[in-house]
DNA sequence: CGCTATTACATGCAAACGCATACAACTCTG
DNA sequence: CAGAGTTGTATGCGTTTGCATGTAATAGCG
């Protein structure tokens, strides 16, 4: 082995969080509550419901998310045709956009939301106990938290 | 709170994990091993190097990947007019294809894979301990093989 | 056996994506 | 305070994706 022992455990824990990641999501795309509208607009729904102020710039949307710029500008497009997204000039920046929620928006962010919650524990409630559960939250925010601090 | 306690762990720990794996991939996607080929088909790459025969049914594969059947299967199309994987009929199933790393593709994976490992351990090496790493490893496991054994 | 149901993969087509780039507003420097 | 550089978002365009469906092979059942 001409590896670094360190390296095997940042490695092999990657691999393991990835592979089940993948797999929770491929059954939760699965479910009723994102046959209407996507997973990935849930996401922005969702990142937009727990945002401060209600309403975040584009770009700051975009740093929790996997797509790119332009996609969550043409997302955003669509999600406001829905009706579910208000866009806004920024007062303090006019290059800026402002994205908020709609009444109609957060009304269907909930509705789904409460669905989800049921779903995930459905899905998962009984793979680990709620002190491994607990742990798994903590080293999951642990690493991310490190990463977005670099 | 009209919610279970339960339930607040399993979703708490899904939630978590989820943006850990949004926030570990974005940065992964900007790593320069993945300029000549996509995340996604590396992906795919290294799971053919990984399987048991070293050979996969197309379906296999799709199993453990997040896009769909249609899209893999022009996925490998692409892949072998590149050279780096080749189709062969399933002689116990011919409505089956069975998918295998060329000596290219094996090459290809295994060149990016060593740089990939470098990379994860530059990103995340230094986020946790030895421990806490195999901790997650662990929990992430039996996370997966609860719902694969569903 | 024969007939239907199911499984495995491929393909037509519209929607969504990413990259490169354009454009406009802000910032910073001399 | 002008002019270059940077930042925030939108758009053109080729590529990739997913959904619905087609086709061929197997399985299951009477």
């Not at 479910?31 to 996507?38: A, N, Q, S, W």
């Not at 969550?72 to 009706?83: H, T």
């Not at 899905?123 to 742990?135: M, V």
């Amino acid at each position: 082995m001409h590896r670094p022992a360190s390296m095997q455990f940042s490695n092999a824990a990657w691999e393991a969080l990835f592979r089940a990641q993948v797999t929770v999501m491929r059954e939760i795309q699965k479910l009723p509550e994102f046959k209407e509208i996507g997973i990935r607009e849930y996401d922005v729904l969702f990142n937009l419901s727990r945002c401060p102020a209600s309403s975040s710039r584009l770009s700051d949307l975009n740093a929790h998310l996997l797509i790119s710029q332009p996609s969550l500008s043409r997302m955003a497009e669509r999600l406001e045709a829905k009706g579910l997204v208000s866009r806004a000039p920024d007062p303090t920046d006019q290059r800026a956009v402002l994205f908020s929620l709609t009444a109609k928006g957060a009304e269907v962010q909930k509705s789904i939301g409460r669905e989800h919650v049921k779903g995930i524990h459905a899905l998962i409630g009984s793979a680990l106990s709620a002190e491994e559960f607990a742990t798994l939250r903590e080293l999951s925010t642990k690493l991310r938290t490190h990463i977005e601090s670099r």
